[in-house]
């Protein structure tokens, strides 16, 4: 402990190296209970396959190019998230009872499971990629129209006054005032809205077994090649947290100092 | 002239005293609550001349912030009216800059950014508006700070941020709010000092809202005094301290008298506000 806080590498870096140290913990301990058949090997292949098996999916499998696909079907999923969810929260905070009528409704479907109404849009756009874009945006939208309607709500009544005072008009009060106030909690919706849509996309695409890479997880586990299957699933995961990590970067980038 | 307390009521700015800047004839606030009508403000009248600074002090609850808004047009008045230049007043006038109690900086911009707020609105160029926000920067004593956010700033940096902002929109007549209110004592005074050279320098006209008596004699050509609930008129007195004054003042024996002048005032209304607020009543 007291070398930790001397040494000023180690203290930069001390939370990062704690978390690499439980990850690689945690492998050793499920190889171990692999290779001692207290888990099946058959159901959970060795950590150590899993990591080998990624330069066969990468070569064999094309992962980086299902991944294109599937980052394309997030990507315009997130555009259309941010397009349609944040004039959605505006709305709603400027027509109190549309806010009132709707309110409830919108918070539930956050928290609902919207992907089961896959093939309502599998009868609609076929199997294509618009049912997964659709279903994923579905997702997407309600943290961020909520979370754009709470930051707008909660913009201090000083800030507006000083506005009005300078006689603003509407636009401008939105733009100049209102907007930029509530932009931290439009950003909070935006990166929850976003991993909800990249989890749908990948999750709608293993249902259809249509598109990137859940097609590919379908087909590595029909073949039983389990630790191929496991090294794209920790591919996604891998990917999801990089996405989650870059947004918090940006929002802090975009924000100097709060 | 040589007495510098007087104990009669003086209604009137002094005879040398310009042409009104600010009038405000017979003006009542009612809010309409739940339980029936309040009576913010009740039949105030008040006249500002040019280039006078003139306070408004009153125990908490009887009615300054109200009247600021009227004034600031940010409020619709139930009875009377509000000229500015011989201008009734409906919605903000665009001679007027306030000042708000609570801080009111842009937490997203820069304090050259917030200053210059005003500039842009007006459509100056980006050079020039720079040019503009760092002179009323400098004015305010944050030289050095430009780039700074809000969040970086102490609360009364932050307060000065705000005066800046409203001086760069170069307001005939600049309204506060109680702008000091949540500083401590030694900030305060500093921050009156340059309230006031900043007044001289630019001859503006400003109507301050305050609680603090020390702070109202320190700085006021005129002082009014209003009762608790409902918010009347109880004096106006005339602070005949010579200027330019400083906070190295406080300690002199008139601004001693008129403090205890003002206070045998407001004490009577003071002591009314706390009972209610011991009744917990509205
Ligand atoms: N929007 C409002 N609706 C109802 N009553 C109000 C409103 N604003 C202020 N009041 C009442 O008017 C009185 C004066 O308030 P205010 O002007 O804020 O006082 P001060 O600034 O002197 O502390 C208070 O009793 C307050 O409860
Ligand atoms: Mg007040």
């Known amino acids: ?258 | 002239m040589n007495d510098m307390i007087r104990p009669e009521q003086i209604a009137q700015p002094p005879v040398t005293a310009p042409e009104p800047m600010l009038v405000i004839d017979h003006v009542t606030k009612r809010f309409e609550t739940p339980d029936g009508p309040v009576v913010a403000v009740d039949n105030i009248s008040l006249t500002v001349g040019r280039g006078e600074f003139v306070s408004i002090i009153g125990p908490s609850g009887c009615g300054k912030s109200t009247l600021f808004n009227l004034v600031g047009g940010l409020l619709s008045i139930s009875d009377g009216t509000i000229r500015i230049d011989g201008e009734a007043i409906n919605g903000p006038h665009k001679s007027i800059g306030m000042v708000f109690q609570e801080d009111a900086t842009f937490p997203w911009r820069t304090v050259i950014d917030n200053v210059a707020f005003p500039l842009e609105l007006q459509g100056m160029a980006k050079g020039e508006r720079l040019e503009r926000a760092r002179h009323f920067v400098s004015l305010v004593g944050l030289h050095g700070f430009e780039k700074r956010y809000p969040a970086e700033l102490s609360g009364g940096m932050r307060q000065r941020v705000s005066i800046a902002r409203t001086l760069a929109a170069e307001p005939k007549l600049l309204l506060m709010d109680e702008p000091f209110a949540a500083l401590d004592e030694q900030t305060r005074l500093l921050l009156g000092d340059k309230v006031l050279q900043i007044q001289q320098e630019l001859n503006q006209t400003v109507l301050l809202i305050t609680h603090n008596i020390t702070e109202a004699v320190q700085l006021s050509d005129r002082v009014l005094i209003m009762t608790y609930r409902p918010g009347r008129t109880k004096r106006i007195a005339l602070i005949e301290l010579p200027r330019p004054r400083t906070s190295e003042m406080l300690s002199s024996d008139t601004f001693g008298r008129y403090v205890a002048e003002v206070w045998a005032d407001l004490r009577e209304e003071a002591s009314r506000g706390m009972q209610d607020a011991e009744r917990g009543s509205r």
């Open chain 1, 1 to 258: 402990m007291s070398t930790v806080a001397r040494d000023p590498f180690l203290r930069r870096w001390a939370p990062e190296l704690t978390g690499a140290a439980v990850i690689i913990c945690g492998f050793l301990l499920i190889e171990l209970l692999v290779r001692t058949a207290i888990l099946n090997p058959y159901v959970v292949p060795r950590p150590s396959d899993v990591l080998l098996a990624f330069e066969r999916i990468v070569v064999e499998e094309q992962i980086l190019s299902r991944f294109l696909v599937t980052a394309a079907e997030a990507g315009t999923a997130a555009v259309l998230v941010a397009l349609i969810g944040i004039p959605l929260g505006t709305l709603l905070q400027g027509v109190p009872l549309l806010r009132k009528a709707t309110e409830t409704w919108i918070a539930g479907m956050a928290a609902a499971p919207i992907v089961l109404i896959y093939p309502l849009f599998l009868v609609i756009f076929g199997r294509s990629p618009w049912t997964i874009i659709a279903i994923a945006v579905l997702a997407g939208l309600p943290p961020v129209a909520m979370l754009t309607l709470e930051g707008l709500s909660a913009v201090r009544p000083a800030l507006v006054d000083t506005g009005r005072s300078f006689r603003l008009s509407r636009w401008q009060m939105f733009w100049k005032i209102m907007f930029p106030a509530a932009l931290p909690s439009i950003f909070s919706g935006l990166r929850i809205g976003l991993i909800f849509a990249l989890i749908n996309v990948v999750g709608v695409e293993f249902l259809i077994n249509f598109g990137g890479l859940g097609p590919l997880i379908n087909e590595l586990a029909e073949r039983y090649d389990m630790p191929g299957t496991y090294a794209a699933i920790c591919f996604v995961v891998f990917v999801s947290i990089i996405v989650f990590v870059v947004m918090e970067r940006l929002e802090k980038w975009l924000r100097p100092v709060r």
